[in-house]
Every structure is written in structure tokens, then in C-alpha cells.
């Protein structure tokens, strides 16, 4: 199973806002990096953590930079907390780092969890200890490659319609092709009922606390950021809008904050701040909208998360 895109190629990753490409150019592994000799951070997430959507400038790599902290990520968009935690175990001991941050995004996790636990490869690496697809072997490397030509060469075969040719990786859609080999259907959006789904809380709390060990034993220090929900739900105007609210940011959150606590394991809520700081009329200063609808941060939010990083968790 795949968990990265092709390797040092120059991928397609979105339009922009004014129907503009953004690409960039993928590290040995085929994640977004210009890779550093030493990192201080190893950067944990999905689409946030790769970049999506915004010049490669504006990504967090660059913008941890700006406060003087070399990073190396492992983002690719679409991945859920399961999904993260493969790669991390794959490809971490192929990069120097000191700390850990794990970005969580309460949109979109719970919902992307539900589906990712129903794959057993995907299980295998938090159910048995030191499992791998060994990606890093030249032969797996081949399957790999072999594995994402295949899908993308066959376009009848795609979760999601979109506009990109087999030469530019949309990483977006690799989520696509995980989620084939996951369930063979297409994702459903966020609802209740998923939310509901007691079974998804464990597996998260049992992620989180896998990620932990493997840091306790390794000597390295690791740190918790929780994304801002979609602006419709942090500001909502709908009964259905107020009550994922309160689900995701009174509910689901809180659990996950409890058990990092008694962890004593630090974190930082950017919902908070954006809450305090910004409404319903200035939030688009620091969310994009693409196509009408509510995307991922600007350049300004990328930037804001990181300032807020370096003043409340990381110094």
C-alpha cells in the first residue's frame, strides 16, 4: 500500500484560489520536503501539514523557519490518524530529527479514522509490534510506483473525479487510492452517525498513545496541535453547524485533551485563538475559499499557527 506520492518529482498539487497551479518538488520519499541536514521538528498530519493549496513558500516548513527551526514533514492530504501513524513508522528512521509535532484536524480525523480502521495493513501497524511494508526496500519502491501508475493510469477507477494526468500527482488523490484498497467506495462526509461511533474514539486515544511510546523510547519530545475546524463550524449559523460544534470542539476534543493530560503530553488548541481573535467576517483573512466553498489556511493563517506554536508549545 502506497502512503506517499511519486518521488523527487515536481508534482501538481492544486488550483489556488484564482485557478492558479501550485506545485512542488517531492523529497527521496515523496513527501513535500527541501530536506535539511538536522530537523529539529518532524512534522505529522495531512493535507495542512503538506501545504495544500498555498505557494510552497507558505508551508509550514518554511514558516517554522521563520523562527528559526529546521522541520522535515510526512503531510500528505487525505490522511487520518491511522494512516499517519504508517508512514511515521516506514520513513521516520530515513530523516534526523529531535521532537515530534502532531497536527490533528477535528474536520475531518474522526470521520477519516472510521474508514481507515476498517483496513488490516493499515491496523498492522498499530496491532503488531514493529510491523512494515519495508517502502524503503528498492523492490518495494517498484511496487509502489507500479501501484500509483496503475491508478492513476486508469481514471474509471478514481473515488473522485478530478483534472489531473498520471505527470502531475495530485496528492489529494492519494487518498483515493488508500481508501480503495480500505473500502472500494466512495467517502461519505462528515455525519452524525460516524461521530457517534465509539469504537473510532479508542483507536484515535490508542494512535495518540502509540506515537507517545515510540517518543518515550526514542528520548524525543512530542507535541499535540489541533487544526481550526471549517469557519462554518467555528462560527455557526445552522442548528446542524452549532451541534458538529459542539461535538468536535466540546466532545470529541476534550477526550483527546484529558488523555494528553494525564500523558502529560503538551498541546495547543488554534481554534481558541482564532474563536477569541476572529468572526465570521474577518476569518477569511486566515481561511481560503475555493470554489465557494472553505478550503485550507492562507498564507497569513499558515503563518499565524506557527507564531502561535512557537509562543505557547515549543518555547
Known amino acids: 500500500m502506497p502512503l ?14 484564482n485557478n492558479k ?9 515523496g513527501f513535500n520536503n527541501q530536506l535539511n541536514e538536522n530537523n529539529d521538528f518532524i512534522l505529522i498530519g495531512d493535507s495542512y501539514v503538506q501545504g495544500m493549496c498555498v505557494n510552497n513558500d507558505s508551508i509550514l516548513n518554511k514558516q517554522f523557519k521563520k523562527f528559526f527551526f529546521n522541520t522535515v514533514s510526512l503531510g500528505v492530504g487525505g490522511n487520518g490518524p491511522l ?3 504508517a508512514p511515521f ?19 475531518n480525523d474522526f470521520e477519516d479514522l472510521n474508514n ?58 492519494l487518498g483515493n487510492l488508500i481508501e480503495q484498497n480500505i473500502q472500494g467506495k466512495t467517502k461519505s462526509s462528515t455525519n452524525f452517525k460516524n461521530l457517534d461511533n465509539k469504537e473510532v474514539d479508542k483507536l484515535f486515544v490508542k494512535i495518540l498513545d502509540e506515537f507517545i ?14 487544526n481550526a475546524v471549517n469557519p462554518d463550524i467555528l462560527y455557526p ?27 502529560n503530553v503538551l498541546y495547543y488548541d488554534f481554534n481558541r485563538y482564532l474563536i477569541k481573535n476572529y468572526n465570521r467576517k474577518n476569518i477569511n483573512t486566515m481561511f481560503k475559499k475555493i470554489d465557494g466553498h472553505w478550503d485550507h489556511y492562507t498564507e497569513k493563517g499558515f503563518f499565524e499557527i506557527t507564531k502561535q506554536i512557537n509562543i505557547n508549545l515549543i518555547n
Open 89 to 107: 513508522k516506514e520513513y521516520k528512521n530515513d530523516y534526523r530529527f529531535n521532537d515530534i509535532i502532531i497536527f490533528i484536524t477535528p474536520s
Open 213 to 226: 511510546k515510540i517518543a518515550k523510547k526514542n528520548e524525543k519530545k512530542i507535541y499535540i496541535v489541533f
Open 4 to 17: 506517499s506520492g511519486y518521488e523527487n518529482s515536481k508534482i501538481l498539487l492544486c488550483l489556488d484560489e
Open 21 to 29: 497551479p501550485v506545485y512542488f518538488d517531492s523529497d527521496k520519499n
Open 83 to 85: 494512516i499517519e501513524l
Open 116 to 173: 481507515e480502521m476498517k483496513n488490516s495493513t493499515l491496523l498492522n501497524y498499530l496491532n503488531i509490534k514493529n510491523f512494515k511494508q519495508n517502502l524503503l526496500l528498492k523492490e518495494n519502491k517498484d511496487e509502489k510506483i507500479a501501484a500509483l501508475n496503475s491508478f492513476f493510469g486508469n481514471k474509471t477507477k478514481r473515488i473522485f473525479n478530478d483534472f489531473f494526468s498520471i505527470y502531475h500527482f495530485n496528492l489529494k488523490s
Open 237 to 263: 449559523k445552522t442548528e446542524s453547524d452549532q451541534k458538529l460544534k459542539d461535538i468536535l470542539l466540546n466532545k470529541k476534543l476534550k477526550k483527546l485533551k484529558e488523555f494528553l493530560d494525564k500523558k
